[in-house]
């Protein structure tokens, strides 16, 4: 997650001059705060936010790709393909919604929560979607999963609150990520990417199955999502920045 004016949870944003950035959320905030007519929340959006949607576009995208390729026969596989392909382009709009920002000398109020939605998006839920498709089906996986889903979750929550906390440099960039930024979870795209390119899904998946046939039936790669969730929401974990 890239928040535009403050530290990123991902890559480092910096954020326009206090001046102009003043200026630019003060006119955003009349927009969204007054009656002024239809498609005020339109006009209120900056062209940096704009781009923060495409990220969330690519992660609602890839989740419909998951949700055709469970529903298709094995030919479907491209749907499969096309689903773990979108997610990095939504890093790709995650990088230069704050370039742009940068370049235009214009932050957002609600792209700062735009940020964090959006990811939570492209990188918490379609990883698990994908992760459903290739296999990981039974009800302790969706426990797993959704434990993987709410770090990320806690973890965009707990950056919004405590940006100003982060030690900064003299430049005022932070010192550290505390915790895993989201996008790392791509990481474990990858290896599912490769799992598909091996045809290792479904009854193939590493790991094979534990406790089959009863009401734990688990498959123990899903450790790896939890795994990260932990990471995502470490405390003492600080990753110094480049």
Not at 55 to 66: A, D, E, L, P, R
Not at 225 to 240: A, D, E, N, R, Y
Request: glycine share 10%; net charge neutral.
């Amino acid at each position: 997650m890239s928040r535009r004016t403050g530290v990123p949870n991902g890559e480092e944003k910096e954020h326009p001059p206090p001046a102009a950035q003043g200026a630019a959320q003060q006119d955003q905030k009349l927009l969204l705060s007054s009656d002024t007519g239809h498609f005020s929340l339109i006009k209120a959006l900056h062209v940096a936010d704009l781009i923060t949607e495409l990220n969330g576009f690519c992660g609602i995208m890839s989740i419909f790709s998951s949700m055709r390729y469970c529903l298709g026969g094995p030919e479907s596989i491209r749907n499969l393909w096309a689903a773990l392909a979108l997610m990095p382009f939504g890093l790709f709009f995650d990088f230069m919604d704050g370039k742009v920002a940068r370049w235009r000398k214009k932050s957002s109020l609600m792209g700062q929560e735009l940020d964090s939605l959006a990811d939570l998006i492209s990188f918490g839920v379609s990883p698990a979607a994908a992760a459903f498709a290739v296999g990981l089906r039974t009800p302790v996986d969706h426990i797993l999963l959704s434990f993987f889903v709410l770090a990320g979750l806690t973890r965009l929550a707990r950056f919004n609150v405590t940006v100003a906390n982060v030690p900064k440099d003299g430049t005022g960039k932070a010192q550290y990520f505390e915790g895993t930024p989201i996008p790392t979870t791509l990481s474990i795209a990858a290896a599912m990417a490769y799992w598909v390119h091996k045809g290792w899904i479904h009854d193939d998946i590493p790991g094979g199955v534990l406790a089959k046939g009863t009401m734990f039936e688990f498959h123990p790669i899903a450790g790896l999502f939890v795994l990260s969730g932990c990471l995502m929401v470490s405390k003492t974990i600080h990753i110094p920045k480049p």
